[in-house]
């Protein structure tokens, strides 16, 4: 099959001294940044396949159509509003994944007398093509442009993608992002990236149930099994770790910072001194400290909303499945 070539942007934040310059600081501080577990091949192909078995929105019906009842009401919103008809949309999926999910919205909003681009946003590569080379097989006319940025690092990223096009609607995707970010550092970025009238579909961990701790409890074996200990541990072995020199141990914790907050949280326990010489830096860490390689946040409808509320954003409708595992919010600046 002859395949066409695939550009892609690369921000400034992706390029290789910075992203060097990250992993230095992720062994020098034991906290590896999460970016460090999608950016190579291999991660994101183990990453997917972690997806494919354990996430809500592959394994529970119900859960898709959580989704699809979302991008339902956004198709709804977009074909209600005449000012849209003159406008350009931009569906910019921040942090894609696969783009399984950008994918089922396209299939709602994409309309013959609508002028769509969609932007794939990612850390990863890979994961930037997968999406962009997903949604284009299904939908060949519409135009997509990926794109490879640190979003922590690309406060100028929705500027870049708006000087390509004036007269313009953004419909941007956050889906599954913010349990892997404190809530603290991404939601001011998050919120710059909104204008006026632009739509925010954002989706969550949850903790089921009433009891906040006992949900975050029953989800831990999503976290707390080989598959993903086997991810995790990746860019350890690839800076030269051996699987000897510790365990893999999964806790639930407080947020240090939002006490109210709490994640299931992945350490690296290490039973032996280590050092690695990443180019001309010695790392040295002894027995008995640990690395934290994860974390990831569950929340409850209350307080994402009450957290986004104080950024300025407004969520106008959610949906939650039965299983109350994921919340999709549909919002928008006020
Ligand atoms: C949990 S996955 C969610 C993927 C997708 N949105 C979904 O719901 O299936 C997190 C995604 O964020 C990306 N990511 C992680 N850190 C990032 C960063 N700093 N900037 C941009 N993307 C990042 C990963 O590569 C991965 O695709």
């Given at each position: 099959m002859l395949e066409k070539i695939e550009q892609v942007f690369v921000h400034p934040s992706q390029f290789p001294d910075r992203v060097y310059q990250d992993y230095l600081a992720s062994f020098a501080l034991k906290k590896i940044n999460h970016k460090f577990h999608y950016t190579s091949v291999?991660?994101?192909?183990?990453?997917?396949?972690?997806?494919?078995?354990?996430?809500?929105?592959?394994?529970d019906e119900n859960c898709i159509d959580a989704y699809a009842q979302c991008f339902q009401k956004t198709a709804e919103i977009l074909d209600s509003d005449p000012s849209n008809l003159n406008l350009k949309l931009?569906?910019?999926?921040?942090?894609?994944?696969?783009?399984?999910?950008?994918?089922?919205l396209v299939s709602h909003i994409f309309k013959p007398n609508k002028v769509l681009t969609y932007y794939p946003v990612d850390v990863s590569l890979s994961l930037a093509i997968i999406s962009a080379q997903k949604v284009r097989s299904a939908f060949a006319n519409l135009p997509v442009q990926p794109f490879v940025c640190d979003l922590l690092q690309s406060n100028d990223l929705i500027s870049i993608i708006n000087d390509r096009a004036p007269n313009q609607r953004n419909i941007i995707t956050f889906f599954g992002m913010i349990p892997n970010?404190?809530?603290?550092?991404?939601?001011?970025?998050?919120?710059?990236?909104?204008?006026?009238?632009?739509?925010?579909?954002?989706?969550?961990?949850?903790?089921?149930g009433s009891d906040y701790l006992q949900g975050i409890q029953k989800v831990l074996p999503q976290y707390d099994n080989e598959l993903t200990k086997e991810w995790l541990i990746t860019v350890l072995l690839d800076a030269g770790v051996e699987r000897e020199d510790g365990t893999i141990q999964f806790q639930i914790e407080a947020d240090s910072q939002n006490k109210q907050f709490q994640r299931i949280a992945a350490y690296f326990n290490l039973k032996k001194d280590v050092s690695l010489k990443l180019e001309d830096r010695l790392i040295e860490w002894k027995s008995g400290e640990r690395i934290r390689l994860f974390f990831s946040y569950r929340y409850t409808t209350p307080t994402i909303q009450e957290m986004l509320k104080s950024y300025g954003?407004?969520?106008?409708?959610?949906?939650?499945?039965?299983?109350?595992e994921e919340g999709v919010y549909l919002c928008q600046k006020v």
């Open positions: 291999k991660q994101s192909q183990k990453w997917l396949k972690i997806h494919e078995k354990f996430s809500p929105t592959r394994q931009n569906l910019i999926g921040l942090g894609c994944g696969g783009g399984e999910k950008d994918k089922l970010f404190s809530p603290d550092e991404i939601l001011p970025i998050l919120s710059n990236f909104l204008a006026a009238g632009d739509l925010l579909l954002f989706s969550a961990n949850l903790a089921p954003i407004n969520v106008l409708a959610y949906w939650e499945p039965a299983s109350q």
